[in-house]
């Protein structure tokens, strides 16, 4: 069967904001979904124009006005066109995501990075008054289902004298984590294994201890949206309540912190089962801008009782 022609973009549309205009009109109109990066369809047709173009995404202003060239027209009309039929994430599409400010390229070998583990590195839990830890004096860090590395990465930038191991089971997205190692120059500060959970690591022990890992429950996996079923499942599936894979880094996480150190851990929606399954644990849960009690904070002391 011939493919079928794309259609040329309409002629109206002759600047960066006619079409960031056109693309959230059209997303919004498709009903697609967002969270892979972006929060709205405005959002993420702001994302999708200016990376297609290679403009600054925080400088938006001066670049609204300008005319595009009919290459750049075209180019930008099918990747709207792309993020419509094919249900792609505009990230898969761009081969880039940003988190807390950081570029980190990305593809389909793993998820979008959107982690609140970011926002809360960047924050004052490490910084200020009253921090969790030094950050000067954490040295070792364990990064458990690295991803493409976005979390092993910002934790160099949070703590400068650090280490990171980076673990993950698939062979693919260690791969995506070299790419974004190499990238951000942090070749010396982190080690990239391929393993399950603490397997990879041994004995070793950690100020802290990273872990952003499956969490989806089977329920919600079957029912995921057509943009999320492009991510790899392995980084979705929890098992029959999500908790599968916490419950394992909950049982093993002790043996692997040093006196003072602590797990930062998300979860999703799992709260309230993991406060009934460990009524003795003393979770600390962390708010962020974009949610309620989804990750926790537990210190070794507590992990090793
Ligand atoms: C939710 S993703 C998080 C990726 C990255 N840390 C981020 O925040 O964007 C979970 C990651 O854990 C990995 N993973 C799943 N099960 C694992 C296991 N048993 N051991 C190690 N990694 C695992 C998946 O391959 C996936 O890359």
């Known amino acids: 069967m011939a493919k079928a022609r794309l ?3 309409p002629r109206e549309l002759t600047t960066v904001l006619d079409f960031v205009r056109y693309a959230a009109t059209r997303f919004g109109a498709a009903k697609l979904v967002f969270g892979q990066g972006t929060q709205d369809a405005v959002e993420e047709a702001i994302f999708l124009v200016f990376e297609a173009l290679g403009l600054p995404i925080d400088r938006l202003d001066p670049f609204l006005p300008a005319r595009l060239a009919a290459s750049e027209r075209r180019k930008i009309f099918s990747l709207i066109e ?3 039929r094919a249900r792609v994430p505009a990230a898969y599409l761009l081969h880039c995501a940003y988190l807390q ?31 969790l830890l030094d950050p000067a004096a954490v040295t070792r860090v364990l990064d458990l289902g690295t991803g493409s590395g976005c979390l092993a990465i910002l934790a160099c930038r949070v703590f400068p004298n650090a280490q990171v191991d980076a673990v993950d089971l698939s062979k693919e997205a260690l791969q995506v984590a070299a790419i974004n190692v190499s990238e951000h120059d942090f070749k010396d500060r982190i080690t990239l294994l391929k393993g399950d959970l603490f397997e990879p690591v041994g004995d070793a022990i950690y100020d802290i201890i990273l872990a952003n890992p499956p969490y989806v429950d089977a329920a919600a996996v079957a029912a995921l949206p057509a943009e999320y079923r492009r991510e790899p499942l392995k980084a979705h599936k929890g098992g029959a309540d999500g908790l599968d894979i916490v419950r394992r880094i909950l049982a093993e996480a002790g043996a692997h912190l040093s006196p003072g150190g602590g797990l930062l851990c998300e979860i999703g929606r799992g709260r309230e089962i993991l406060e009934r399954d460990y009524p003795d644990l003393g979770f600390l ?3 962020t801008a974009e949610s309620t009690g989804e990750v926790f904070w537990l210190t070794a002391d507590e992990l090793q009782q």
């Open 7 to 9: 259609k040329a973009p």
């Open 82 to 84: 792309k993020r419509i």
């Open 101 to 131: 400010g950081m570029r980190f390229y990305i593809d389909e070998r793993v998820i979008v990075p959107r982690s609140y583990l970011a926002e809360l590195l960047y924050g004052d839990l490490f910084s200020g008054e009253n921090p």
């Open 285 to 287: 849960w962390l708010d």
